[in-house]
C-alpha cells in the first residue's frame, strides 16, 4: 500500500513540475493543481495507513492520527479556491492581453495593433 502511494505521490508532483514549466496559463494551473494534489496526499499518507482498524476504540497505540486528515481537509479548501482565482486571473489576462502566455510574450504584435490598443486604452 505504501508502495503505491509513493507511485502517486511521485507521479502528482513530477506531473504537476512538468506541467508548472510550460508558457502557457491553463497547463500551470493543471500543474498548481497536480501539485496541490500530490502535497495532499502525501499529508493523508502521514497518518498510519492501515485497513480493517478500529479508528478510535482500543488501547491508545492504535487510536488513528486525526491531525493529517484535518490538514488534508484544510489543503483541499485552500487548493480549491486557488485554483478558482487562478482560473479567474488567467482569464482576465487572457481579455486583456489577447493572449495566454505565462510571461506576456507569447507573440510579437505588429506597430499597427500596439497603436491601435493604445489608441483604444485611451
Same mark, same amino acid.
Given at each position: 500500500?505504501e508502495?503505491l502511494?509513493?507511485?502517486?505521490?511521485?507521479?502528482?508532483?513530477?506531473?504537476?513540475? =512538468?506541467?508548472?514549466?510550460?508558457?502557457?496559463?491553463?497547463p500551470?494551473?493543471?500543474?498548481?493543481t497536480?501539485? *496541490?494534489y500530490?502535497?495532499?496526499?502525501?499529508l493523508?499518507?502521514?497518518?498510519?495507513?492501515?485497513?480493517?482498524?478500529?479508528?478510535?476504540i482500543?488501547?491508545?497505540?492504535? =487510536?488513528?492520527?486525526?491531525l493529517p486528515?484535518?490538514?488534508?481537509?484544510?489543503?483541499?479548501?485552500?487548493g480549491?479556491?486557488?485554483t478558482?482565482?487562478?482560473?479567474v486571473?488567467?482569464?482576465? *489576462?487572457l481579455?486583456?492581453?489577447?493572449?495566454d502566455h505565462?510571461?506576456?510574450?507569447?507573440?510579437?504584435?505588429?506597430a499597427?495593433?500596439?497603436?491601435?490598443?493604445?489608441?483604444?486604452?485611451?
Amino acid at each position: 500500500m505504501e508502495l503505491l502511494f509513493a507511485l502517486v505521490i511521485g507521479t502528482l508532483t513530477a506531473s504537476g513540475i =512538468y506541467l508548472l514549466l510550460r508558457a502557457r496559463t491553463f497547463p500551470v494551473i493543471m500543474g498548481l493543481t497536480l501539485l *496541490s494534489y500530490g502535497v495532499n496526499l502525501f499529508l493523508f499518507a502521514t497518518g498510519r495507513l492501515a485497513t480493517g482498524q478500529q479508528p478510535v476504540i482500543g488501547t491508545a497505540a492504535t =487510536y488513528a492520527d486525526p491531525l493529517p486528515q484535518a490538514l488534508v481537509l484544510t489543503a483541499i479548501v485552500i487548493g480549491f479556491a486557488m485554483t478558482a482565482f487562478l482560473v479567474v486571473l488567467s482569464l482576465r *489576462s487572457l481579455a486583456d492581453n489577447q493572449d495566454d502566455h505565462v510571461n506576456g510574450e507569447g507573440r510579437e504584435m505588429s506597430a499597427s495593433s500596439k497603436q491601435e490598443r493604445e489608441v483604444a486604452s485611451k
